[in-house]
């Protein structure tokens, strides 16, 4: 299993076999002393404390091999399974990817429009061709674009990333392709464009769609001819970077609109990979909870939080119009806000159903719940908690969770019932 490390910190050659010789040179240290000086306790402490990020570094570590090796605690590997698989046996594509030593630094389950892309972009990544990425914002665009280039032959070569939306349109030529000393007023010193930068490696160019057409007429002749000029050079400079482009317009829309170059998309559409938003790939939220919480914990040094079930039923169904982005946000912030466990009302208040809050509801004439009815709410909203979780795991085949629990059937349609549950509702296509 390889493991893809852009910062080069997090996947460092450490082992528990290196930490743990680490942990026995300062008992040693401490075993023999007959006393320490502060100064010597200063030391102890930064090696203490490296030694703790160390042990971070390495649970981070063993985490990107967890979620993507199906290593999951049991808890987690039902929720992994949240929505039926139609296609049998489950798991098998997402195994068979990853036995193919697939490097994906994140998460994935077996939503099969997530492994399509994925397969796509396995396929492609070894050979030179284009890719384009598209895909609502926030669903990994940029995330698979380094996939691409990690599991590519260039692996080891750079990785440039340009955002074509974010360049002024004179400073555009000479960003891509660099200029020659006195080009313009303010060039200093000849200085590399980006093609150049990622020449034998991978150049991604992150929203594409918002390139003005001058620009796109200029990445076309490079695209054809492998060459770029300096702005101010004559000389020409071959090139030999791979094109992964991304998204979250319409393309064809807006050739249609006159706004792109039919002949630039299909230059650089060669392979065309869309990510699914994450609404159409709920099956993988549970993982994803998991994933973020843990790593949020990690970055906050805090013990991962526990969700309330009325807050996990909320993050489970609730429609991330910013997608994965918005589900790691949301973790973290619960994660920073909430003490051991989080409830509704530390999600974000745009957001948050406004008909709860986390201490008991006033009742209609403003009076506080009694304890007996905040008990009743709690575990009515266990309960519920329960029921969908089951739900999800069978994908809503109430006869499979009846036999599981080891239920009669009829009381447990009564509790759907009681909790405005519906089982279509979990099946895979309704
Ligand atoms: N399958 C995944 N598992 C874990 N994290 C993911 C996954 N897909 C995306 N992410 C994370 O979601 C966040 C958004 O991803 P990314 O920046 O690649 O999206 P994008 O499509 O480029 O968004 P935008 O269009 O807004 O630029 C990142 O933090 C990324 O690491
Ligand atoms: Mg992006």
């Known amino acids: 299993m390889k493991l893809y490390n852009p910062g080069g910190e997090r996947g460092s050659a450490m082992s528990y076999a290196a930490l743990l010789e680490k942990i026995e040179i300062m008992r040693s240290t401490l ?41 999951v605690p049991v808890e987690r590997r039902h929720e992994a399974a949240a929505e039926p698989v139609v296609e049998p046996p489950t798991g098998e594509r997402r195994r068979a990817l990853l036995a193919r030593s697939f490097v994906f630094e994140g998460t994935f389950g077996d939503n099969p429009k997530l492994l399509d892309a994925l397969e796509i972009a396995e ?47 004179s400073l555009l030529e000479s960003e891509l392709f660099g200029h020659k000393k006195g080009a313009f007023t303010g060039a200093d010193k000849d200085r590399k464009g980006k093609f150049e930068s990622a020449h034998k490696g991978t150049i991604f160019l992150d929203e594409i769609g918002e390139l003005p057409l001058p620009g796109q007429v200029k990445l076309l002749r490079v695209l054809q001819s492998h060459e770029i000029q300096r702005v101010g050079s004559d000389e020409t400079i071959s090139v030999d970077a791979r094109i992964v482009a991304a998204t979250n317009k319409n393309l064809r829309k807006l050739i249609e609109q006159g706004t792109f170059r039919e002949d630039l998309f299909y ?30 914990a990690e970055a906050l040094k ?106 009669n059937r009829s009381h447990l349609q009564i509790l759907l019932k009681k909790h405005g549950l519906h089982s279509k509702d979990f099946r895979k296509e309704h």
């Open 31 to 71: 075993r023999w002393a007959t006393r320490l000086e502060r100064p010597d306790v200063e030391k102890l402490l930064r090696q203490a404390n490296t030694l703790r990020d160390e042990v971070m570094g390495l649970s981070h570590k063993e985490r990107f091999v967890q979620a993507v090796s199906g290593d």
């Open 123 to 169: 396929k492609a990544a070894p050979t030179d061709l284009p890719v384009l990425v598209d895909g609502e914002s926030g669903t990994g665009k940029e995330l698979m674009a380094k996939v691409i280039h990690a599991n590519g032959s260039r692996a080891d070569k750079p990785y440039v990333s340009v955002n074509c939306g974010a360049i002024p349109d």
């Open 267 to 296: 230059r650089l559409s060669v392979i065309h990979v869309t990510l699914p938003p994450l609404r159409e790939r709920k099956d993988e939220i549970p993982l994803l909870i998991a994933y973020y919480g843990d790593e949020a």
């Open 302 to 407: 805090r013990a991962p939080v526990a969700l309330t079930p009325r807050l996990r039923g909320f993050l489970l169904r609730y429609a991330y119009p910013g997608n994965i982005r918005e589900l790691r946000n949301i973790l973290y912030r619960l994660s920073c806000l909430a003490g051991q466990t989080a409830d509704l009302m530390h999600l974000p208040e745009d957001i948050r159903p406004s008909s709860t809050s986390a201490a008991p509801a006033p009742q209609a004439d403003g009076a506080e719940l009694s304890l007996a009815e905040a008990k009743r709410v709690a575990s009515d909203e266990a309960e519920r908690g329960c029921l969908e979780r089951g739900l999800q795991e069978v994908g809503g085949t109430v006869a499979e969770l009846a036999r599981r629990w080891d239920m």
